[in-house]
C-alpha cells in the first residue's frame, strides 16, 4: 500500500481521457496531472524533441512525490518510453502496450487500422508490438495529424470532421479492417462519429480504458494501490494556462477541472 | 550602410512566406531565419507564453549579429513587440503596422474583415491599430485556428479547407466586407482558395508582402542596407527538425531551403 499520488503526463489535455479512465477505475487514488500546453502538440515534432520533453515532464512529477507514472501521450510512448524506464527507478507506464493486448482479445482480430499522429506512426512502435504478439496480422497505419485540432475546436460534428475523416478512414475501410485502434489519447471523443462512420463490425480500442486497466494491474502486483478508503483527487498543472485550455480540460474530464497551477519545467 | 544579416523569426515555417517577399523585394540583403518549430503553434497559446518565447528568439538572433529584426509573427508581433521594442536598442519590426496601412491605403476601405489565430484577435492589436488610423471602421475579426494545420497539411484544394472557410467566411461576407486582412503568415497560400470563395470585389491584403516593403522603407531611412552589388543568401535556423519542417519550407519558399541547422534556444 502506498498513499502517494499517481503521476500522468501528456503533451496538453487530451491525456485526461486517461485519467477519467483511472478515476473510474481507482476513485481512490490521488492524480497528479501535467500538460505540457506550452509546447504541444508533440505529434508531429521529432522523436529527440519529443524525448527531452518527455524527460522534462517525468522530473517534474518525480519532484512532486508521486509513486508511479503514466505517459498518457502515444506519442511520447512510443519515441521516449524506453529510454525513460532504463534512466528512472519509479515504475512509468505507457500507453501502447496496453491498447495492444486489447486489439489482441479478441481471436479474430486480423485486419488492424491504427490511427494515430504523425510521430507515432513513424515510430512503428504499434506496429512492432502487434507483430511481435501475433504472426499474420494485417496492419494498416493511418497518419492522423488532423483530429487534434479539430477536436480541440469542439467540431466534433462539424462537415470539415467528417470531410477528414473520410480521406483517413476509407483506404482503412477499403482494407476491410476488423478492428480499429484509437492511437491517441484525444481520440475517444470521436467516439461517435466514428461508429456512424465506420461499418458495424469494426471493433473500436481505445488508449484511455486500456490504459488505466493495465495500471490498475500493475499497481496491484507491486501493491502500490492507496488504502481504499479515501476518496482520490485531481491537481492539474499545466506548462501554459489559458482559458481556452481550460475549456478543453472541462470537455476531457466531463467535469470542472479545478484550480488549475503552472508548472515550470527544466528549472 | 551594413553588411550585416537581418534576422527574421516565426513560430515555425510560415514566416518563410515574408522571407521570400523580402528577398524579392532586397535580393542583396543575407537573411537569417528561425523558426521555433519545437514550441509551435504560438497562436493558441497565453501571451506571458508568447512573450517569453520571442524573448528567446530575439536572444538568438542577436547573439547571431543580426542588424535588425522582423517578428514574422502575428501573434507574437500581437503578444511581444511592444515590450521587445523596449527591451532592446536593434531596430524591431512586426506585421502588424504595415499590413494595417495597406488595409487603409484605399481611401474607400471601410468594411475589413481580419482572419488570424485566436492569440492575434484575442489581443486587438489589429482592431486597435485599425481605428487608431481611421474613424467610423467596421471591424469584423474572425478567429480561424484550423487553418494554419489544413496549410501545414498541404490540403489547400480538400473539402475539409473549404469546409473551415466557408464556417469562418460567411459571417464575414455576410456583413458585406470589402478588404480581407491575413492576419497569418501562413494565409498567403490560401490566397487562390480565398479569390475563389469571395465576391469580386474584396480586397486581399497580406502579411507578407506589406511587411516586407515596410522593411525596405525602415533599412532605408535607417541607412541600414547592404550593398546592392551582392547577391543575398538564407541561413535557416530550426528548433526542431523533421522531414515535414523541410519539406514544408520548400513549400513556403518555393524553392530548396538549402542546409536548415538546429538552434538551441534559452542555452
Redesign the interface.
Known sequence: MNSAPLGIFDSGVGGLTVVRAVQELLPSEDILYLGD???LPYG???PE?IRHFADEDVRFLISKGVKAIVVACNTATAHALPQLREQYRIPILGVIEAGVEAALADERSERIGIIAT?GTIRSHAYQHALALRRTGLMIHPQAA??LV??I??N?ID????R??LK?YLDPLVEKGIDTLMLACTHYPLLIPVLREMLPDDVRLVDSATTCAEHLKRELTALELLKDANFEGGLQLYL????E?FEALARQFLKRSPGRIQRAILGA
Open positions: 500546453t506550452a509546447r508531429s515534432k521529432s524533441t504523425r495529424p488532423l485540432p479539430l480541440e475546436e467540431w462539424h462537415p470539415a470532421t470531410a477528414v480521406t506548462t501554459d494556462l489559458s481556452e
